[in-house]
């Protein structure tokens, strides 16, 4: 990674200004859903990982599509952390909150430190604002932000100044606003603006699209000289670049890495890829991603519902391609009956949960991870799936590889569970080379000789794989009940039992193929806590902070739920006691308990936000005692 060149305004900085190192930072931008929020996290964190820097990021926008402006409903922000070293977490408090009216500011201020950077517009803190957000007093007069480092700035003011010779509308100038906050930012971490200017040349594109551009890069070149010129900042901060692992990086949204990967197997196995998708929240990127990727023989499909998406890539996979399909916990639910027949049929399906707050509607663009019971036991009668979550962003592109393998080697559906906060959020993530992706040999059954559509692969389980057209292959599949071997329909007591353990079997026998579950930090001691998914950074960090301290603490996240890696049941009979952190009410701690008869000690949260760092750290101060 290289650091960019300075595209900085001119003007000598004030000889009073000083310079201070930090390890790292936690800025937070917060405004109206319409101010553009998103696109300015966004932005930073691309120059962050371009500078170098390691990074997690935590999206949180609000569900309604488009809440009354300046309400609190409507409030949206961007997390990110940015430091020299490791990043597991968007960071627990807060060091810079840009808040650009005062819903954001009540929202978001309590997890300002105290101390902290508090960067206010003070053009949207009139009467008629104060009452939008149901603040009674204002307070950049009242004295309530007496604790923080606060800098009132007329920004609305200042972008309409900066452009107010691009022609545009007041409503189109004060859209620029977001890119003024922007630049000041990136005058205070010393920060390029070149990526931003470059993508806003992407971005923006003909007559009156590069007037916005224009626009924008006015706003935001305006917002950094405004922090060079007056007096009021007076200190710099400097976080350098993070010792990464050599190689090509790339900053990654989970989302965006699941796509990604997805391509790569298909690559990688020599079998076109078909994702048959219905759009929902905060699964939606994927099918966008993957759309854009037709020159890798990849197929797209917008389906009208839930059920015809699932049918869809079942119908793909009948055909020979390695096929998709993507949801969330509601679409899961209507999913279901179609997962079911992908298991009757033994065909290979990745399905791909992107959980949120639930039931029903619920929390639509909030996180949770509390679908795992229902991928798991959620259909009708004995019907075994495998199930794999991914533990960081970038790491849902080796779950989407791995979820392939498995499918296509075993001729099974596959679960990837997800959830909104790695979806969403983002991480520096090293391209891989091909040599460093597994292996995936896929052989059609072409040959007519001993034909059966369920004739078995003693090592695997996985049925033949005949794409219809085939001359001599003709066989038909469907959801009744197969007689094994043949694949003809029956209803013979003892061939579905036989048949029920078959399938069972199949999905237990994968525990062969997957590797151990790894344990960072003692092999034994006084506390191992448990977690899946996105709990991983907050868990990680909690423990070595725990272990810096000289206890015996250990971690042990499982990527690989059913089957789980072999060594599991071992591994939790090594230590005095079990934590397990979720965004549910205990549904891993279940399994744990029933399975290997271990009294775990459950620690759920189920608010919409994942865990923070410090969470963590106390609950297992608590159980050490």
């Keep these: 990674m290289t650091t960019m060149e300075s595209t900085a305004p001119t003007s000598a900085p004030h000889q009073s200004r000083k310079k201070e190192t930090l390890e790292n930072a936690v800025i937070r931008f917060a405004g109206d859903s ?78 300002l430190k105290k101390n902290g950077l508090l960067i206010l517009n003070s053009d949207n803190f009139k009467t008629q604002d104060l009452d939008k957000a149901k603040v009674k007093t204002n307070p950049l007069e009242d004295g309530s932000l007496a604790g923080y480092r606060l800098f009132s700035v007329d920004i609305t003011r200042l972008t309409r100044t900066a452009v107010k010779d691009t022609g545009l509308s007041s409503k189109a100038m004060d859209r620029c606003k977001n890119f003024f906050a922007l630049g000041m930012c990136y005058w205070l971490y010393g920060r390029s603006m070149s990526s931003t200017e470059r993508w806003l040349d992407t971005k923006f594109k ?92 990849v197929y797209t499909f917008q389906a009208e519902d839930e059920i015809a998406a699932v049918c869809s890539a079942i119908g793909a996979a009948y055909g020979g391609a390695l096929a998709l399909t993507t949801s969330s916990g509601p ?52 019907s075994p799936i495998a199930v794999l979550a991914p533990q960081t962003p970038g790491d849902c592109f080796w779950i989407a590889v791995e979820a392939s393998r498995l499918a296509l080697k075993y001729m099974c559906p596959v ?60 066989h038909r599949i469907g959801g009744l009940e197969k007689q094994d071997g043949t694949g003809n329909i029956s209803y013979d007591p003892l061939n579905h039992e036989h048949m029920v353990h078959t399938r069972q079997n199949k999905i237990a026998g994968m525990v062969q193929d997957i590797p151990d579950a790894e344990v960072q930090g003692p092999a034994s001691g006084d506390l191992l ?78 608010q919409g936000k994942p865990f923070s760092q410090g969470e963590v750290e106390a609950k297992i101060t608590e159980v050490l005692g």
């Design 34 to 111: 319409g101010d553009g929020m998103q696109v300015t996290g966004s932005q930073f964190t691309n120059t962050a990982a371009l500078f170098g820097n390691d990074l997690a990021t935590f999206p949180d926008f609000p569900a309604e599509i488009r809440a009354p402006a300046g309400t609190l409903p409507g409030v949206s922000g961007f997390q990110v952390h940015f430091s020299s070293s490791d990043v597991y977490t968007p960071g627990d408090a807060v060091d810079v909150l840009i808040a650009m009216n005062p819903a954001a500011l009540k929202v978001n201020l309590a997890d």
């Design 415 to 474: 679960m990837v569970l997800s959830d909104g906060y790695i979806a969403n959020g983002a991480e520096p993530w090293k391209v891989p080379v091909v040599d460093e992706l597994p292996v995936m040999t896929v052989k059609y059954r072409t040959d007519p000789a001993n034909f059966t559509a369920y004739l078995r692969d003693p090592a695997t389980l996985s049925r033949p794989w005949a794409v219809p057209g085939t001359a001599g292959l003709e």
């Design 206 to 297: 003909g007559d009156d699209a590069a007037t916005l551009a224009q626009a924008n890069k006015l706003a935001m070149r305006a917002g950094y000289a405004y922090c060079d010129a007056t007096e009021a900042f007076h200190t710099r901060y400097e976080i350098p670049a993070a010792k990464l692992p050599p190689g090509t990086y790339r900053n990654i949204s989970g989302n965006s890495a699941l796509a990604i990967g997805f391509v790569a197997a298909g690559q990688r196995a020599g079998v076109p890829l078909f994702l048959g998708s219905y759009p929902i929240t905060p699964a939606s990127d994927v099918l966008h991603e993957l759309s854009h990727h037709k020159d890798f023989g």
């Design 529 to 606: 806590v448990v977690g899946w998914g996105s709990t991983y950074g907050a868990i990680t960090a909690a423990v070595r902070a725990h272990q810096a301290k000289g206890h015996k603490v250990a971690h042990m996240h499982l990527r690989h739920l059913n089957p789980m890696p072999k060594n599991v049941g071992d591994v939790l009979k090594r230590y005095k006691r079990v934590l397990i952190p979720e965004m549910n009410l205990g549904q891993l701690s279940m399994l744990l308990r029933a399975r290997f008869l271990v009294d775990a000690i459950g620690f759920n949260k189920v």
């Design 331 to 382: 679409g899961i639910a209507l999913k279901q009956e179609g997962i079911g027949l992908a298991v009757m049929t033994e065909l290979p399906l990745v399905i791909v949960d992107v959980q949120r707050g639930g039931p029903s509607t619920g929390l639509p663009t909030k996180t949770e991870q509390a679908d795992l019971l229902q991928v798991l036991f959620g259909r009708n009668s004995e």
